[in-house]
């Protein structure tokens, strides 16, 4: 059975070493693994495969996820049983891994602990081994002055409670793209070019990295991205991707400023693209790579499963029910670390001053803050005044990147107070573009 440290309701900071480890190192496997981790971190990939009820992880998945480790400074912990029986003990009954990179808030890029991996076998499940993990993390993101942590869930009843909240949503569309697909206007200008996804992946990187810059509630993507989209690993065939097709669009001046990556998917008949990644810098590669999408011959749909709930198509179209919402769900998840410092890196849209009661029970973003905005910026800092707008942390979560409004959250009953501070809250936080995330992690 696992340490009882970490089986209790607030468990110590740091899991228990493999007893393979040495006395006192610590838990992390370390950034770069040493020669003598290799055995520790087969099993934590085989682990996490596990817990997520994947097929056992061959030599393609492990070295991306290798690579990964090394490229993205990832940390990741397990908790190992400290008596296995039955010699079950290669496996850790736990998996957790994080590692920092860069969200933009729609004003700036802030340092955000990106949380993946969390996995507990079924014979550990509630005994508080994520509790533990995820606390531990949440506490040294703090100490080491990270702002924001963000994950996304393989169920929405399971962060809340750890101060993150839903932050971005994302769409699933159903694309008819037969003779129903009319874009209105003149015809996309540009051109289109298809290429192999390694030859692609320069253009492909590169107008990310820009969209990145540019886009509210985008994080950097980690390394996996690039063996994904260059057709070298398919996540669920644990192999190369034989059927990955990339299509990059060339603005006038002949720079890449758009690229779908897709499937088709079926070997006879009417097929189906799956778009696998979509990024557009502007209405015109917007516009032209839907129009390649649609004119690809014996494809009558195309399916979409990261769209923004801003994306202009329908309004590109004709008939704008070609396009059918299908689904939406959550996305992004957002956890404020250090309340004055992610609260000062958002954007703020009009001037006022509130005090923010914000209850966390995790204690990190615990207390009363002072929020004052001015053209544009904010600042906040710790209030003895009297608290006017009470809310807790997973609903601040929600709020940061401004896909939620305060009124939305008002109506539900989690944010509560001084009926004129609540409106000048929203009033503060209330503008700028739809947040959306396209890192899947
Ligand atoms: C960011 C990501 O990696 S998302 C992926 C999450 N992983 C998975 O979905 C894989 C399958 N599931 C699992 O491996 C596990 O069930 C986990 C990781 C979700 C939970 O691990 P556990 O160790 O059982 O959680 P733990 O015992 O620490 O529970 C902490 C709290 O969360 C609650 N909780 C845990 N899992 C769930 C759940 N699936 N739904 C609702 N509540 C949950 C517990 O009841 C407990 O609540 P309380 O402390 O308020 O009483």
């Known amino acids: 059975m696992a340490s009882r440290e970490h089986a209790a309701p607030h468990p110590a900071p740091h899991p228990a070493p493999h007893p393979a480890c040495r006395p006192g190192a610590a838990p992390s496997l370390g950034a770069v693994p040493r020669r003598a981790d290799r055995p ?10 596990r817990g997520f009820h994947q097929a056992r992880l061959q030599e393609s998945s492990r070295a991306v996820w290798l690579d990964h480790l090394r490229g993205d400074g990832v940390r990741p912990l397990g908790i190992w049983e400290e008596q296995p029986a039955l010699g079950a003990g290669a496996l850790p009954v736990a998996t957790y891994s ?22 507990v076998a079924p014979t550990h499940r509630r005994q508080g081994l994520l509790r533990s993990l995820i606390t531990a993390d949440l ?26 909240g839903p932050a971005t949503v994302e769409q699933q569309w159903e694309v008819d793209t037969s003779l129903r697909f009319a874009l209105r206007g003149a015809a996309p200008s540009g051109r289109v070019v298809l290429l192999e996804p390694a030859e692609a992946w320069p253009a492909v990187a590169a107008v990310f990295a820009r969209w990145h810059e540019r886009q509210r509630g985008s994080l950097q993507r980690p390394r996996f991205y690039e063996s994904m989209l260059t057709g070298a690993w398919h996540p669920a065939q644990d192999g190369p991707d ?20 897709y499937r088709v998917e079926g ?3 009417v097929r189906t693209a799956d778009v696998v990644d979509l990024v557009t810098l502007g209405p015109t590669a917007h516009r032209a790579l839907w129009r390649f999408l649609a004119d690809l011959d014996l ?4 399916r979409w499963n990261h769209a923004s709930t801003a994306d202009p198509l329908p309004w590109s179209l004709v008939e704008p029910r070609a396009v059918r919402v299908v689904g939406q769900r959550d996305s992004l998840w957002v956890r404020l670390v250090d309340v004055p410092a992610a609260l000062a890196a958002r954007p703020w849209y009009a001037e006022g001053s509130v005090v923010l009661e914000v209850a966390d029970p995790l204690g990190l973003a615990s207390g009363r803050w002072r929020l004052t905005a001015s053209a544009g910026r904010a600042t906040c800092e710790p209030s003895t005044d009297p608290a006017q707008v009470r809310l807790e942390a997973d609903t601040l979560g929600s709020l940061y990147l401004g896909g939620t409004r305060v009124e939305t959250l008002s109506a539900a009953g989690r944010v509560a107070g001084d009926p004129a501070a609540v409106h000048a809250f929203a009033t503060m936080s209330t503008g700028g573009p739809v947040p959306h995330s396209l890192t899947d992690f």
């Open 40 to 49: 520790l971190l087969e099993g934590w990939c085989q682990a996490q495969a």
């Open 98 to 119: 994080s590692y920092d990179k860069q969200l933009h808030t729609g004003a700036r890029q802030v340092t955000a602990r990106m949380i993946s991996d969390i996995t």
């Open 139 to 164: 506490r040294e993101a703090a100490e080491t002055g990270v702002p924001v942590a963000a994950l996304t869930a393989s169920e929405g009843s399971i962060y809340g409670r750890f101060g993150f």
């Open 242 to 261: 034989h059927r990955l097709r990339v299509a990059v669009h060339l603005d006038a001046a002949g720079e890449p400023d758009g690229h779908v990556a």
């Open 267 to 269: 070997d006879r008949g």
């Open 299 to 302: 494809v009558g749909s195309v």
